[in-house]
C-alpha cells in the first residue's frame, strides 16, 4: 500500500505484512519513518539514532 | 518459552518472528522500549530470550537483568560486553593470539598522539563502543591526529579513552561472517569505494567465498568471544585474514541479500534447540 511521507509527501510504500514500530526509509527525501499503526497505516518520523545504538 | 525483545523493529527483528511464525513457534515478541523492571517480565521464568534492544547500554541491562531471573540469554551478558567494548575485544583476542590489526590505547591526547605516531601514519580512531562506522576517524598525519586528539577530549567520558587502530588497506572489501553457535552460517564481503564498508554507510553486500584459513580464524575468533550469535568482521591483508571487530548483536540484513540463507530461521532453530535443552 502507499501512504503520505509525513515530510515530504512523497508516496511511501508499505508492506501489507507490516508491523508497528517498523522502520521504512522514504525514497525521496531520505527520512527514516516508522510505523505507529497498521490500522490504518500511519507513519511518523524515526527518532534520531543515539550514539549507543547498533549492533 | 522462547523470548524475543526488541525496541526497535529493523529487518532482523522482523526476520525473526516471521521465521518462528511459518516454523510453529510459540514466542513472546515484544516491544520493551519502554521497560519497567520487574513488572514488565513479570510472566518470564527461565526460558530462552533473544534480547535484541538497539541500544547497547539497554541492552546490556536487559540481558543482566533476565539473566538474574535464570533466563538464558542470545547472547549471554559477558558477550554483550566484551563485545559492546571494543578495547575489551582487542584484549581477549590479543591475549588468545588472535591476529588483529595493530592498535594502542591511549589516555590523554597527547598519548593518543604518541601512540599513533608508534603505530606509523595513516591510523583509525574508534570509539570503544560505537557501531555502524559511527566516530570512525581515519588520520593520515601528525597535523589532523593532534586535532582529532582535541575533539575527542570535549566529547564527553565516553571518548576520554583513545582506541587507536593501524589502517589496514583492504582492497575495497571487508568480509563479515554471521556465526550461530561457533558456526559460520554465511559469508559475504562489503564492497564501497569509501575506506568504511559497513553496509549501514553504503557498503553493498556480496557473497565471498570460504576457505581453511578462514575458516579456522572465524571458528578461533567465536571460542575467544564466547556467545551464540556473533557477527565477525575481517580485513584480506597480504600476510593474511585478520579480525577487525566482533558484533554481539547481529544485523543480518545484508548478509541475507548476498547469500540467500534464511539467517532468522537458522537463529530461530538454534534458539529452539537451546530451549529443549534447557528443560
Same mark, same amino acid.
Given at each position: 500500500?502507499?501512504?503520505?511521507? /509525513?515530510?515530504? =509527501?512523497?508516496? +511511501?510504500?508499505?508492506?501489507?505484512?507490516?508491523?508497528?514500530? #517498523?522502520?521504512?526509509?522514504?525514497?525521496? /527525501?531520505?527520512? =527514516?519513518?516508522? +510505523?505507529?499503526?497498521?490500522?490504518?497505516?500511519?507513519?511518523? #518520523?524515526?527518532?534520531?539514532?543515539?550514539?549507543?545504538?547498533? =549492533? | 518459552?522462547?523470548?524475543?525483545?526488541?525496541?526497535?523493529?529493523?529487518?532482523?527483528?522482523?526476520?525473526?518472528?516471521?521465521?518462528?511464525?511459518?516454523?510453529?513457534?510459540?514466542?513472546?515478541?515484544?516491544?520493551?522500549?519502554?521497560?519497567?523492571?520487574?513488572?514488565?517480565?513479570?510472566?518470564?521464568?527461565?526460558?530462552?530470550?533473544?534480547?535484541?534492544?538497539?541500544?547497547?547500554?539497554?541492552?546490556?541491562?536487559?540481558?543482566?537483568?533476565?539473566?538474574?531471573?535464570?533466563?538464558?540469554?542470545?547472547?549471554?551478558?559477558?558477550?554483550?560486553?566484551?563485545?559492546?567494548?571494543?578495547?575489551?575485544?582487542?584484549?581477549?583476542?590479543?591475549?588468545?593470539?588472535?591476529?588483529?590489526?595493530?592498535?594502542?590505547?591511549?589516555?590523554?591526547?597527547?598519548?593518543?598522539?604518541?601512540?599513533?605516531?608508534?603505530?606509523?601514519?595513516?591510523?583509525?580512531?574508534?570509539?570503544?563502543?560505537?557501531?555502524?562506522?559511527?566516530?570512525?576517524?581515519?588520520?593520515?598525519?601528525?597535523?589532523?591526529?593532534?586535532?582529532?586528539?582535541?575533539?575527542?577530549?570535549?566529547?564527553?567520558?565516553?571518548?576520554?579513552?583513545?582506541?587507536?587502530?593501524?589502517?589496514?588497506?583492504?582492497?575495497?572489501?571487508?568480509?563479515?561472517?554471521?556465526?550461530?553457535?561457533?558456526?559460520?552460517?554465511?559469508?559475504?564481503?562489503?564492497?564501497?569505494?569509501?575506506?568504511?564498508?559497513?553496509?549501514?554507510?553504503?557498503?553493498?553486500?556480496?557473497?565471498?567465498?570460504?576457505?581453511?584459513?578462514?575458516?579456522?580464524?572465524?571458528?578461533?575468533?567465536?571460542?575467544?568471544?564466547?556467545?551464540?550469535?556473533?557477527?565477525?568482521?575481517?580485513?584480506?591483508?597480504?600476510?593474511?585474514?585478520?579480525?577487525?571487530?566482533?558484533?554481539?548483536?547481529?544485523?543480518?540484513?545484508?548478509?541475507?541479500?548476498?547469500?540467500?540463507?534464511?539467517?532468522?530461521?537458522?537463529?530461530?532453530?538454534?534458539?529452539?534447540?537451546?530451549?529443549?535443552?534447557?528443560?
Amino acid at each position: 500500500m502507499s501512504v503520505k511521507c /509525513c515530510v515530504c =509527501e512523497a508516496d +511511501v510504500n508499505v508492506a501489507e505484512d507490516a508491523m508497528v514500530g #517498523e522502520l521504512i526509509t522514504c525514497t525521496d /527525501c531520505g527520512t =527514516e519513518l516508522e +510505523v505507529i499503526s497498521t490500522s490504518p497505516v500511519t507513519l511518523q #518520523e524515526a527518532p534520531e539514532v543515539q550514539e549507543d545504538w547498533g =549492533e | 518459552m522462547l523470548h524475543i525483545f526488541y525496541s526497535r523493529l529493523r529487518i532482523e527483528e522482523k526476520t525473526l518472528f516471521k521465521a518462528a511464525e511459518s516454523m510453529g513457534v510459540n514466542v513472546d515478541f515484544r516491544d520493551v522500549g519502554d521497560f519497567v523492571w520487574p513488572s514488565d517480565f513479570s510472566a518470564v521464568n527461565g526460558g530462552v530470550a533473544l534480547c535484541r534492544l538497539i541500544s547497547q547500554t539497554q541492552n546490556i541491562a536487559l540481558t543482566q537483568l533476565l539473566e538474574s531471573k535464570g533466563v538464558r540469554v542470545i547472547n549471554p551478558s559477558e558477550t554483550v560486553l566484551l563485545c559492546g567494548d571494543k578495547i575489551a575485544t582487542a584484549a581477549a583476542l590479543d591475549v588468545a593470539g588472535v591476529p588483529q590489526p595493530d592498535w594502542r590505547i591511549a589516555a590523554s591526547p597527547d598519548s593518543a598522539v604518541k601512540a599513533a605516531e608508534s603505530l606509523g601514519y595513516p591510523v583509525v580512531f574508534k570509539p570503544a563502543a560505537g557501531s555502524w562506522g559511527r566516530l570512525l576517524a581515519k588520520v593520515d598525519s601528525r597535523e589532523s591526529c593532534e586535532a582529532i586528539a582535541e575533539h575527542k577530549a570535549q566529547m564527553g567520558p565516553a571518548h576520554s579513552i583513545y582506541y587507536i587502530q593501524k589502517y589496514v588497506e583492504k582492497s575495497g572489501f571487508d568480509i563479515r561472517a554471521v556465526m550461530i553457535g561457533g558456526k559460520t552460517v554465511t559469508l559475504m564481503k562489503r564492497c564501497s569505494e569509501h575506506w568504511i564498508t559497513n553496509t549501514a554507510r553504503g557498503g553493498s553486500p556480496e557473497p565471498y567465498p570460504m576457505d581453511d584459513e578462514l575458516q579456522n580464524l572465524l571458528e578461533w575468533t567465536a571460542s575467544v568471544i564466547g556467545g551464540d550469535f556473533l557477527a565477525v568482521d575481517v580485513f584480506k591483508t597480504p600476510e593474511g585474514y585478520v579480525i577487525n571487530e566482533v558484533n554481539g548483536q547481529p544485523e543480518f540484513h545484508g548478509s541475507m541479500a548476498a547469500t540467500g540463507i534464511d539467517v532468522g530461521r537458522l537463529m530461530i532453530e538454534y534458539a529452539v534447540k537451546l530451549c529443549d535443552s534447557i528443560k
